[in-house]
C-alpha cells in the first residue's frame, strides 16, 4: 500500500480541500490507472483521548472502507484547526485500475463543535452519500451536522448501562437513516430463526410461539431488546413493558394476535463478545434453542416426538472490527425491519 | 384460525429486510469430487458460503468418485483444496465443522452399488436431521458420465423424496452440438423433471453478466437507444492472452467455437438484446431469453463461410519471450484443424434488433486479456462541427466490460479546451472496485447456492440450449467439411486473424484489445 501524505497546522477547511484536490490531481496525472473511490463519505467525531482506539476500528473493517473518512478528534483547550491527510492506494500491475482511499483527520476543539457543519461541509466528496458516526456523544456536533448527512451510524450497546442507546436511535431515525451496530450483531441469529422456520410444515410452531429466551452479554441488552422486538413486530405481538426485579431476568408477557401469550425473557449472560449469547424459542410440542459456539450457532431442537436432535450451523466469527465493516456496508442498504423492532423494543423497557 | 395466523403460516414474515434469504437443509453429493473443478472451486466455494454464514442451516456433504478413500481421506482433500483456493482465510473452526461429517462413497459411476450406498447415506442424513433434507446432485464429471449418472440416480429412485426438493446441477458441456444436446436433454429428462434441472454457466454467476440486467432494466437512460433506430453495431469480445495452458485433451476436442461462443458468448448476448421480462421470476426471464435465441436466424453451411472466421496462433514472440503455437502444444496433434479463434457475425431478426450486425470475437493468446461488450450507436444526423485539427465528432460507445476491470463505460463527445469548437470523445466511466465496497462473491458460490435454494434464474434451460446450439451448429458442420484449406494461423499477441476484419460492415473495425 503506498500512500500520500499532506499536513498542516493552523490550517483551514478551504486549504484542506484545496490539497485535498491538488493530491488527487496529482496522483492522476503520475499514475492514471488510479481512481479514487466514490461510494460512501463517513464523518467521524471522536475524543481526542480516544484516537487510537478509533483508529484502530476504522483500521478493522478491511475491505469496507468508506471512499474518504473524515476524522474529527475533539481536544479540550483547542482553539486552531490542525489536519493530517493520507491517500492511499495500490498501484495494480498492467494498467488495471488501482483504487485510491482518502483519510481526513481534522483535530478541532469544543469550541468549534456547533459550527462542526462549517469545517465538514468543504471536504466531503461531493455527490456521495454520507454516514455520521459520533461514538463518544458530542450531540451538539451530531446536531449541527445532521442536515448534510443520509445516515447515522450507532451502537445501542454502548449506552446500555445509562439505557439511553435506543431512545437516542428513535430520535436520530426520525432525522436520518440509522445503521445500528447492536442491530447488526442479531443478524445471524435473525437468518437462522428466519431459515429455521421457513419450511412450510414448521410455520405452525411459528405461528404458535409461546415463550421466547434471549440470552445475551451483559452489556448488550440492546441487542436483546432488538432481537425481541423484532420477532415481535414481525408475529405481530402487543408489546408490553417487561419487568426487571433484583437481577432477575428481565422477562414479561406479550399477546398474540390470536390472543395468546407469549413469554418474553432477557437474560444477562458472562461472555467475552459482546451481543447475543443465546436464543430459545418454545411453542407447545417443541423448542429450538441456538446458541453461540465455536466456528458458528450450535443449534439444539426438542421435536413432538421426544427427540433431542444437536447440530452445528456454520459461520465464522465477524468479531467487532466486521461488525463496523459491515455497519458501513450497510450505509447503501435499507433495511426497513429495523423502525418496527427499535420502537417495540423501547415498549419493552421496563 | 384468525386471518393473521393464516398469513402467518402461508409467508415467513421473518424473511423480510434480511440481505440472505433462507436455504432450507440440504445434502450436497458431488459426483467427481476428486477432480479438478471440485478440488478449484467448489469444495473452496463451499467453504466460503460457510465461512459467511450463507450455507443451509442444516448442510451435509458427499463425495462420490472413483478412486478409492475412506471418508477421512476425502475431508483430507477437501481440506487441502479449501487452504490452498478458498478466497478466505479458512477459519479452523468452520472448517472443522464443515468437514466433520464429510462422506465419501467410491466406485464407478455406472456400478448400482454406489448408488445403492449414496441412499443409504442420504437416508442416514434424513434420519439425523428429523426430516427429508433436500438433495442437490451436483454432476463435476466428464460429460459422457451425465446420462450415466442422472439414470442411475433415476433408477435408484433417488430422484423424488416425499417432502424435499430434489435437483440435478450439470457442468458444461452439454452436449457437442445440436444432435448430443438433444440426445443429453432427452437422457436426463427421462429421470428428472426440467424443473429439477440446473445447467450452470458459470459466466452467469458474474456480478458484471448480471449487472447487463440492471443496466438495461433498471435505468431509463439507455433503453430508448437500445434498438435498430440508434444502435449501429454490437461487438461482444472474449480474449484471452494465454494459450491452452496444457489443457489439450479439453480443448483440442472442443476448440473456441464450443468452449466460449456456444454458451458465455450467446449467454451475453442474449442478455444484451432480449425484451425486458415482466419479472425477474426464472421463467419469465428464461422465456425472454428463449425468444431472442430463436430470432437469430442460423446461417445456412454454404454462408458460413461469409459470417465466419476462425484461425490458429501460430508460435512467435510474447513479451520478449518464445512461445509455442498451438500445434506445438503438449498433446496437440500436428496436424489439428481445432480453432483457438473465432469470429462470428449474427443478426438478431426481430423489430428491435433488424439490421443491426453483431459481431462475436473470440480467441487465445491474443493481445490482451478483455471480456466486454461494445454497443455502437449511429453516427450524429448532421454534422454541425468542423473535424480539422482534432479526431473529431465519434460515434458514441456504450462499453460493458465484464473482466478484467469490471464496469460500464459510455463515449461522449467534448469540447477540446480552446478558442476554437474542436470534439474529441471522453470517457464517463463506471468501476465495480472504486462504485462499491463489497467484493464480489465468486461465481460458483452464488451459482451453488441458488441451485440450493432452487433460484434457475441463472441457469439454462433446455429450450434454451438447444437455441444455443442451433445457432453454433452450422458453423461447426461447416468447419468440419472444410478439409480443402488450412486454418488460418495468427500471430501470437496480436488482434487476431486478419480475415476477421472481412465480417464487419463498410467503415466499421474491430475495438482494439
Same mark, same amino acid.
Given at each position: 500500500m503506498s500512500e500520500d501524505v499532506w499536513s498542516e497546522q493552523d490550517t483551514t477547511p478551504d486549504a484542506i480541500e484545496s490539497a485535498l484536490r491538488e493530491l488527487l490531481r496529482q496522483r492522476h496525472v503520475d499514475n492514471p490507472s488510479l481512481a479514487p473511490a466514490r461510494v460512501l463519505n463517513l464523518v467521524v467525531i471522536a475524543d481526542r483521548d480516544w484516537l487510537g482506539e478509533i483508529s484502530n476500528r476504522l483500521e478493522r473493517v478491511g475491505r469496507y472502507r468508506a471512499s474518504r473518512t473524515i476524522l474529527c478528534t475533539v481536544e479540550k483547550g483547542r482553539e486552531s484547526l490542525d489536519a493530517v491527510m493520507v491517500m492511499s492506494y495500490n498501484e495494480a500491475p498492467g494498467g488495471s485500475l488501482g483504487v485510491i482511499h482518502e483519510k481526513v483527520e481534522i483535530d478541532v476543539g469544543p469550541e468549534h463543535l456547533p459550527r462542526l457543519d462549517t469545517i465538514v461541509d468543504p471536504v466531503l466528496a461531493a455527490e456521495l452519500p454520507t454516514m455520521l458516526w459520533s461514538p463518544h456523544g458530542f450531540h451538539e456536533a451530531v446536531k449541527t451536522l445532521l442536515p448534510m448527512v443520509d445516515v447515522v451510524l450507532l451502537d445501542s450497546d454502548d449506552h446500555d448501562q445509562d439505557d439511553i442507546g435506543l431512545p437516542r436511535s428513535a430520535e436520530l431515525l426520525e432525522r436520518a437513516y440509522v445503521v445500528d451496530l447492536a442491530w447488526l450483531r442479531t443478524t445471524p441469529w435473525r437468518e437462522r430463526l428466519a431459515a429455521c422456520f421457513d419450511p412450510r410444515d414448521r410455520r405452525p410452531a411459528l405461528a404458535s410461539l409461546e415463550k421466547v429466551s434471549i440470552r445475551h452479554h451483559p452489556l448488550s441488552g440492546p441487542s436483546a431488546a432488538l432481537l425481541a422486538g423484532w420477532l415481535s413486530s414481525r408475529l405481530g405481538w402487543e408489546p408490553a413493558r417487561l419487568s426487571a426485579h433484583n437481577g432477575d431476568p428481565m422477562h414479561g408477557s406479550l399477546k398474540s394476535a390470536d390472543g395468546r401469550h407469549v413469554e418474553i425473557e432477557l437474560q444477562p449472560f458472562d461472555q467475552e463478545a459482546p451481543g447475543l449469547a443465546g436464543v430459545t424459542v418454545s411453542w407447545p410440542d417443541g423448542s429450538l434453542s441456538l446458541d453461540r459456539g465455536r466456528g458458528g450457532l450450535q443449534a439444539h431442537e426438542c421435536l413432538p416426538d421426544t427427540r433431542q436432535l444437536d447440530w452445528q450451523i456454520l459461520g465464522a466469527s465477524r468479531g467487532e472490527g466486521g461488525i463496523l465493516g459491515e455497519g458501513v456496508r450497510q450505509a447503501l442498504l435499507r433495511d426497513g425491519t429495523y423502525g418496527p423492532a427499535l420502537h417495540t423494543a423501547l415498549e419493552l423497557r421496563p | 384460525m384468525s386471518a393473521a395466523i393464516e398469513q402467518l403460516e402461508r409467508d415467513n414474515p421473518l424473511v423480510e429486510g434480511l440481505e440472505r434469504l433462507p436455504v432450507h437443509a440440504t445434502t450436497l453429493v458431488i459426483f467427481g469430487a476428486t477432480g479438478d473443478l471440485a478440488h478449484r472451486k467448489l469444495l473452496p466455494a463451499l467453504y466460503n458460503l460457510a465461512h459467511e454464514g450463507a450455507l443451509p442451516e442444516r448442510f451435509e456433504l458427499v463425495g462420490v468418485a472413483r478412486r478409492e478413500k475412506e471418508d477421512e481421506d476425502f475431508a483430507d482433500a477437501v481440506k487441502q483444496s479449501i487452504e490452498r483456493f478458498s478466497r478466505q482465510k479458512p477459519d479452523p473452526n468452520v472448517l472443522e465443522g464443515l468437514l466433520k461429517d464429510i462422506r465419501y462413497v467410491s466406485g464407478t459411476f455406472d456400478d448400482d452399488n454406489v448408488y445403492s450406498e449414496l441412499g443409504r447415506v442420504l437416508g442416514e442424513f434424513d434420519e439425523r436431521a428429523g426430516h427429508p433434507m433436500n438433495r442437490v446432485f451436483y454432476l463435476s464429471t466428464a460429460p459422457d458420465f451425465f446420462p450415466v449418472i442422472a439414470g442411475k440416480v433415476g433408477d435408484a429412485g433417488l430422484t423424488k423424496c416425499e417432502k424435499a426438493d430434489v435437483r440435478i446441477v450439470i457442468e458444461k #458441456?452439454?452436449?457437442?452440438d445440436l444432435a448430443s444436446a438433444r440426445k443429453l436433454n432427452a437422457q436426463l429428462l427421462e429421470a428428472f423433471h426440467e424443473s429439477q434441472i440446473f445447467r450452470i454457466d458459470h459466466y452467469l454467476g458474474k456480478e458484471t453478466v448480471q449487472n447487463l440486467m440492471a443496466l438495461r432494466f433498471a435505468n431509463t437512460l439507455f433503453e430508448p437507444v437500445w434498438n435498430r433506430n440508434f444502435v449501429d453495431s454490437v461487438q461482444i469480445t472474449a480474449a484471452e492472452d494465454i494459450g491452452i495452458e496444457g489443457r489439450a485433451g479439453y480443448y483440442d476436442h472442443a476448440g473456441a467455437l464450443r468452449d466460449l461462443v456456444q454458451n458465455h458468448m450467446l449467454q451475453l448476448l442474449a442478455l444484451l438484446t432480449m425484451e425486458p421480462p415482466a419479472s425477474f421470476e426464472a421463467n419469465r426471464v428464461r422465456d425472454e431469453k428463449v425468444k431472442v435465441l430463436e430470432s437469430i436466424v442460423p446461417p445456412s453451411v454454404e454462408e458460413v463461410a461469409s459470417m465466419a472466421v476462425r484461425g490458429q496462433y501460430g508460435s512467435g514472440e510474447v513479451s520478449g519471450k518464445h512461445v509455442p503455437g498451438y500445434r506445438e502444444e503438449?498433446?496437440? #496433434?500436428? &496436424?489439428s484443424r481445432t480453432e483457438t479463434f473465432a469470429a462470428l457475425r449474427l443478426a438478431v431478426s426481430n423489430w428491435r434488433w433488424a439490421g443491426v450486425p453483431i459481431y462475436l470475437r473470440t480467441g487465445k493468446r491474443l493481445a490482451r486479456k478483455a471480456t466486454e461488450i461494445v454497443v455502437t450507436l449511429k453516427p450524429v444526423p448532421h454534422m454541425a462541427f468542423q473535424s480539422t485539427g482534432s479526431v473529431g465528432v465519434q460515434q458514441n460507445q456504450i462499453i460493458l466490460m465484464v473482466? #478484467? &476491470?469490471?464496469g460500464v463505460s459510455v463515449s461522449v463527445g467534448a469540447k477540446i479546451p480552446g478558442a476554437r469548437m474542436r470534439i474529441r470523445p471522453v470517457h464517463m466511466e463506471f468501476h465495480y472496485g472504486t462504485s462499491f465496497v463489497s467484493q464480489s462473491p465468486e461465481a460458483y458460490e452464488r451459482l451453488i447456492l441458488d441451485a440450493m435454494r432452487g433460484d434457475a434464474t441463472l441457469f439454462t434451460r433446455n429450450d434454451e440450449i438447444e437455441a444455443l446450439w442451433g445457432i453454433i451448429d452450422p458453423v461447426l458442420t461447416a468447419w468440419d467439411q &472444410?478439409?480443402?484449406? &488450412?486454418v488460418p494461423q495468427y500471430e501470437p499477441g496480436s488482434q487476431g486473424p486478419q480475415d476477421a476484419n472481412t465480417l464487419l460492415a463498410p467503415g466499421q473495425t474491430w475495438r482494439r484489445l
Open positions: - | #458441456p452439454f452436449g457437442s503438449e498433446n496437440v #496433434p500436428a &496436424d473482466q #478484467p &476491470d469490471e &472444410d478439409t480443402s484449406s &488450412d
